[in-house]
């Protein structure tokens, strides 16, 4: 018997396994263009910026090792700590349009015919250019001849120089931020809503419980996960907040733009336009571990809040 079991026995043929094989060939082959994307993209242009955020680098010439100069520069800027406050209030401003994307993700499910049309209506701005959309709110925030300021005067309000005035500027920004992530959140808390057993309302149904009551005890609980997801998108998406700045405040000459800077707009600033390109690489990475940090604080919180049941 053993004589006879033996000869079924695989013995090894001394090959090796793994990458040297065609199976292995082909796996590292699929994987390599995402792999040298992410070194290219994203690994070597971290580590650069990391370097050069303990380097000064000037506009020619080599550049020269000064430790953790900048960061102790930055830490005494005034502009910085202003930029600081300037993103955290816009972020604040940003996460303030996610319940009124959950009312109305919960409003459009209602609709029986033309939800999709709802959708898309809602989710032109996330696919619309940022100049473009810049470009449009300028004119209807312009102090002079704006349409807010046109439709403001038909109810007695005086209006504002709201992207002149350091007061509205962030404020200004904010109610664009809303209305361009709006479409996004739509739909990825309809997707939430889509989710959630019918069998759920109609029991509660049964025990008396109206659309209110349904709302706060059954669709927001068992939403929570797709909200945690979208404000970990919206806090991310709002401490790199540039582009409204840019469009919006630059070329005009606009006296409200020294108070109005974000903190990606600052490093825009520094790099790019005083050509201080190590100061504005510790600005960056600063940026980089605020988002870590908010990220992490979010994910530790979210176990007090999000129901994955």
Same mark, same amino acid.
Request: glycine fraction near 10%.
């Given at each position: 018997?053993? &004589?006879?079991?033996?000869? !079924?026995?695989?013995?090894?043929?001394?090959?090796?396994?793994?990458?040297? #094989?065609?199976?292995?060939?082909?796996?590292?082959?699929?994987?390599?263009?995402?792999?040298?994307?992410?070194?290219?993209? $994203?690994? @070597?242009? !971290?580590?650069? #910026?990391?370097?050069?955020?303990?380097? =000064?680098?000037?506009?020619?010439?080599?550049? #020269? %090792?000064?430790?953790?100069? /900048? $960061?102790?520069?930055?830490?005494? =800027?005034?502009?910085? @700590?202003?930029?600081?406050? &300037?993103?955290?209030?816009?972020?604040?401003?940003?996460?303030?349009?996610?319940?009124?994307?959950?009312?109305?993700?919960?409003?459009?499910?209602?609709?029986?015919?033309?939800?999709?049309? $709802?959708?898309?209506?809602? %989710?032109?701005?996330?696919?619309?250019? *940022?100049?473009?959309?810049?470009?449009?709110?300028?004119?209807?925030? &312009?102090?002079?001849?704006?349409?807010?300021?046109?439709?403001?005067?038909?109810?007695?309000?005086?209006?504002?120089?709201?992207?002149?005035?350091?007061?509205?500027?962030?404020?200004?920004?904010?109610?664009?931020?809303?209305?361009?992530?709006?479409?996004?959140?739509?739909?990825?808390?309809?997707?939430?809503?889509?989710?959630?057993?019918?069998?759920?309302?109609?029991?509660?149904?049964?025990?008396?419980?109206?659309?209110?009551?349904? %709302?706060?005890?059954?669709?927001? *609980?068992?939403?929570?996960?797709?909200?945690?997801?979208?404000?970990?998108? /919206?806090?991310?998406?709002?401490?790199?907040?540039?582009?409204?700045?840019?469009?919006?405040?630059?070329?005009? /000459? /606009? #006296?409200?733009?020294? =108070?109005?800077?974000?903190?990606?707009?600052?490093?825009?600033?520094?790099? !790019?336009?005083?050509?201080?390109?190590?100061?504005?690489?510790?600005?960056?990475?600063?940026?980089?571990?605020?988002?870590?940090?908010?990220?992490?604080?979010?994910?530790?919180?979210?176990?007090?809040?999000? !129901?994955?049941?």
């Amino acid at each position: 018997m053993t &004589n006879v079991a033996t000869k !079924f026995v695989r013995r090894p043929t001394g090959r090796r396994t793994g990458a040297s #094989t065609p199976s292995g060939w082909w796996a590292l082959a699929f994987i390599a263009p995402a792999t040298i994307g992410l070194v290219v993209l $994203y690994l @070597w242009p !971290f580590l650069s #910026t990391l370097i050069r955020s303990f380097q =000064d680098v000037p506009a020619f010439g080599p550049a #020269t %090792f000064v430790g953790i100069e /900048n $960061y102790t520069t930055l830490i005494g =800027d005034g502009d910085f @700590w202003k930029a600081f406050g &300037n993103s955290a209030l816009y972020t604040a401003i940003i996460l303030l349009g996610i319940p009124l994307a959950i009312a109305l993700a919960a409003l459009i499910e209602q609709v029986g015919r033309g939800r999709a049309i $709802y959708r898309v209506l809602f %989710f032109l701005p996330v696919v619309t250019l *940022p100049v473009a959309i810049g470009m449009v709110w300028r004119f209807i925030y &312009n102090g002079d001849f704006g349409l807010l300021n046109y439709v403001l005067s038909w109810f007695g309000v005086d209006g504002q120089f709201w992207v002149a005035d350091p007061r509205f500027t962030i404020f200004a920004f904010g109610v664009v931020g809303i209305w361009m992530g709006l479409g996004i959140n739509l739909i990825i808390l309809g997707a939430g809503l889509q989710a959630i057993p019918k069998a759920l309302y109609e029991a509660s149904a049964l025990d008396g419980a109206g659309r209110v009551r349904q %709302f706060f005890h059954i669709t927001v *609980p068992l939403l929570s996960p797709s909200i945690f997801f979208v404000t970990i998108l /919206n806090v991310i998406a709002a401490l790199q907040m540039f582009d409204l700045i840019f469009i919006m405040l630059r070329g005009v /000459n /606009n #006296t409200a733009l020294a =108070d109005s800077k974000t903190i990606v707009y600052l490093f825009y600033e520094k790099a !790019f336009v005083q050509f201080h390109q190590g100061y504005g690489a510790a600005i960056a990475i600063v940026l980089l571990i605020v988002i870590m940090i908010a990220t992490a604080l979010q994910f530790r919180l979210q176990r007090s809040w999000v !129901f994955y049941g």
